[in-house]
């Protein structure tokens, strides 16, 4: 008889229209990932591995969003095999930068731009995991970052809740002590409006947020296109910023700040 | 194992490469009749909705290309925009630029000698598998991929999708205090890399060759990783001389505004990846061409370090064309970047400005550098405003997947011949075969520069 509970938990990773940038991820956790390897069984990670074993899986980690036909059916089936399913990073849970097709046309594309469009087997949208199946978690990053990564992962296995909290990059840049990029200099920023988890890199770095982590849990456009406004940016430029990485997310949040 | 009939071998979802693809090798009477590598990684239209974006936003946007080389989209990227714009980025703001690509060289490369292509010499499935049985092997590997992106971590805010870099240079740039400890980080890595080239060069390397032209940037004085023209090495075929030959061959080099007129892009049925040859030629870009072409320019530690490795002598002008061997160039290069950022970060001087202005124009700007799998070319068109009306990207793996191909045929035509191979075999050998090239398959999803092709 197998003993399930005993034998270690089953780790799969998927992969949709993406850069990889997600999956690298956890093979950039030199200093965990030996330690992981050791108490989770890596089932299914064709980008680390040839071993491929037959599902059920304990836990999926799915990056990449839903452009294809081929790829929605996909979903399902992981679906079907995973007993807990988390996305990771934009592209699989807003649809990620492929999302700026969903403002075009994307037959369009396909006809003026391919020289044979009939090879190209695409959808006209690029959507989310959730918006196909029931999602147990979605991670948020373009890419997702390492601490958050090993956090869900550890969580999950763990059976609790990951520690994700759900406030904007402003609240890390309080912690990080960094000084305002928007108050200090003028810079347009994002900040107020995107989700915490990278640690407020780019007013580190003297940059304006440029909301790679998609919307937080309360996002108050309203209140910051003005700012974006007198900092400078246009409505062009103000579209743009919104509309890159979690396009699809962002573009949700402003439709419901301009009903 | 019959040589009679149809045989087909096929891999419906290739491991250990960046990206999605499948491999069909189709036979008939013992003569190999197709070979197609696959890529069904679904587009993802970039070059299309690059189109009407501002100019300062290519280096972000198309580091989503690819996850494994961001700083190769950003830096090319960088180069086409302020080619348009007029601006020629210098003195310690180019050797930062430098050091950040010879942090994503140190962490790709690492990352696919270690975790990606060691384990087919080994007979394992994977890395994780690979540290049961060689644990400090693969510790080292984890520890020299580390200070790659520990560079990439401090210079561009992370390691994956930098935030830092922008045209012109960088939002910031470090005080001399701050790179210090990078230094001596890079300092232990150099004992790692060392060790990295003389475990790769203990493995068993099958025999093989490959007659295609070879494609890498060059430019005067140094290995060229960031910037150079574009250098062709003729096909030896053409000369007559055996696939297999370590010669040195003519070199042309051209410049990067022509790259399109000399790499013509083609659609093929079984792929989102376009298809690029170099003047009709099957080329490779990549590592062996690198080498083959700017071997002589390796710092002499890294010469010493290919002699040592069996690779012979660069300055002799011995090349390499068996992609077998191309983990050992890779282990070469790994050791040349972590050297090589060593020596930018110990005479670093912080700039006036971390970045120089760049005022949009309208014109036509390219950018190639040398992306860890191969050559890399943007060109965009922007508007007097600096909208980007037209954009093209030409990434490594559409210009070797030709040449892939190509090595697939002749490989599993020669183990037939001599009357071997199962079809597990002969599919294994494929794998290895496609992996030797680092091939990045999320790249490929590529449009068409549809002005070639209209009828
Ligand atoms: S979310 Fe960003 S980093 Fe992650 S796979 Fe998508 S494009 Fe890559
Ligand atoms: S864009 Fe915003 S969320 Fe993304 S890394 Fe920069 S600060 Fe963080």
């Known amino acids: 008889m197998d003993t399930p509970t005993l034998a270690a938990p089953t780790l799969a990773i998927w992969k949709l229209a993406s850069c990889d940038g997600c999956q690298l991820t956890l093979l950039d956790c ?29 836990l999926s980690l799915v990056e990449g969003s839903v452009t294809t036909a081929a790829d929605a059916e996909r979903v399902r089936a992981i679906r079907a095999e995973s007993r807990r399913l988390v996305t990771i990073g934009a592209c699989a849970t807003a649809g990620g930068i492929q999302a700026l097709r969903n403002f075009a046309d994307v037959e369009e594309f396909r006809r003026t731009v391919y020289a044979r469009p009939d090879y190209i087997d695409t959808l006209s949208t690029s959507t989310p995991v959730s918006a196909h199946v029931d999602v147990d978690f979605e991670l948020r990053g373009c890419p997702i970052d390492r601490g958050q990564l090993l956090e869900v992962i550890t969580a999950f296995l763990t059976g609790r809740k990951p520690d994700i909290p759900n406030h904007s990059v402003c609240f890390a840049c309080k912690r990080r002590g960094t ?3 928007t108050v200090a200099h003028g810079t347009p920023c994002l900040g107020p409006v995107t989700h915490a988890g990278c640690g407020a890199i780019c007013p580190a770095y003297g940059r304006g947020c440029y909301g790679c982590f998609g919307p937080s849990g309360s996002v108050n456009l309203t209140a910051l296109i003005p700012l974006l406004h007198r900092d400078g940016m246009d409505d062009r430029d103000v579209e743009r910023l919104l509309r890159t990485f979690n396009a699809a997310a962002f573009d949700r949040e402003a439709k419901e700040a301009t009903p | 194992m019959t040589h009679r009939g149809s045989r087909v071998l096929h891999v419906g979802s290739l491991s250990r490469v960046e990206g999605e693809g499948a491999l069909h090798v189709h036979m008939h009477e013992g003569r190999v009749t197709e070979t197609r590598l696959q890529i069904y990684e679904p587009p993802r239209f970039f070059e299309a909705f690059l189109r009407g974006r501002a100019y300062t936003e290519p280096p972000d946007i198309t580091a989503r ?51 990606l292509h060691a384990p ?45 870099v922008r045209l012109g240079g960088f939002h910031r740039v470090p005080a001399r205090a701050e790179l210090r400890p990078l230094g001596e980080r890079l300092r232990r890595a150099m004992d790692d890399a060392w060790a990295t080239v003389r475990w790769v060069a203990g493995f068993d390397f099958p025999d093989a060759g490959c007659d295609n032209v070879l ?34 061959l003519p070199i042309r080099t051209f410049p990067v505004s022509a790259f399109t007129k000399e790499v013509v892009e083609h659609q093929v049925p079984h792929s989102t990846a376009l298809q690029a040859t170099l003047r009709g030629e099957r080329h490779l870009t990549g590592s062996l061409a690198r080498y083959a072409i700017n071997g002589k320019l390796l710092s002499p530690t890294a010469v010493e370090a290919a002699k040592e490795a069996g690779l012979g002598d660069p300055l002799a002008g011995t090349v390499c064309r068996n992609p077998f061997r191309s983990i050992l160039v890779r282990a070469v290069e790994a050791l040349y970047a972590v050297e090589e950022a060593l020596r930018i970060v ?9 970045h120089m202005e760049v005022t949009p124009r309208a014109g036509t700007g ?15 068109v922007l508007d007097a405003e600096g909208t980007v009306t037209d954009a093209v990207l030409v990434p490594p793996t559409a210009q070797n997947q030709a040449a892939i191909e190509e090595d697939l045929r002749r490989l599993v035509q020669d183990e037939s011949d001599r009357g071997g191979g199962t079809d597990a075999e002969l599919t294994a050998l494929c794998e290895r075969a496609i992996r030797n090239h680092d091939p990045c398959i999320s790249c490929s999803t590529h449009f068409l520069d549809l002005t070639l092709h209209r009828s």
């Open chain 2, 65 to 115: 290309v690819c996850g494994i080389c961001p700083v190769a989209y950003q830096m090319s990227a960088c180069r086409a925009v302020e080619n348009a714009c007029g601006v020629d980025v210098d003195g310690q703001l180019a050797e930062l630029r430098r050091l950040l690509y010879c942090g994503e060289w140190i962490e790709s490369q690492v990352l696919h000698i270690y975790l």
């Open chain 1, 30 to 58: 030199e200093d965990e990932l030996l330690t992981l390897a050791g108490q989770v069984e890596i089932a299914h990670f064709l980008e680390a591995s040839s071993a491929v074993r037959p599902g059920p899986y304990d």
């Open chain 2, 120 to 164: 087919d010499f080994l007979g394992c499935d994977g890395a994780i598998d690979l540290a049961r049985a060689h644990r400090g092997h693969v510790e080292r590997g984890l520890r020299l991929k580390q200070t790659g992106n520990a560079i990439l971590e401090l210079l561009g805010g992370r390691a994956i999708h930098p935030v830092n």
């Open chain 2, 346 to 354: 110990e005479a670093y001087e912080p700039p006036p400005r971390p």
């Open chain 2, 366 to 380: 390219h950018g190639a550098t040398e992306a860890p799998r191969g050559l890399l070319y943007h060109r965009y």
């Open chain 2, 215 to 248: 494609l890498a940037l060059t430019e005067p004085g140094r290995y060229a990783i960031d910037a150079g023209v574009p250098a062709a090495m003729a096909a030896p075929s053409t000369h007559g001389l055996p696939a297999d030959t370590t010669r040195r």
């Open chain 1, 179 to 181: 000084v305002c990029v």
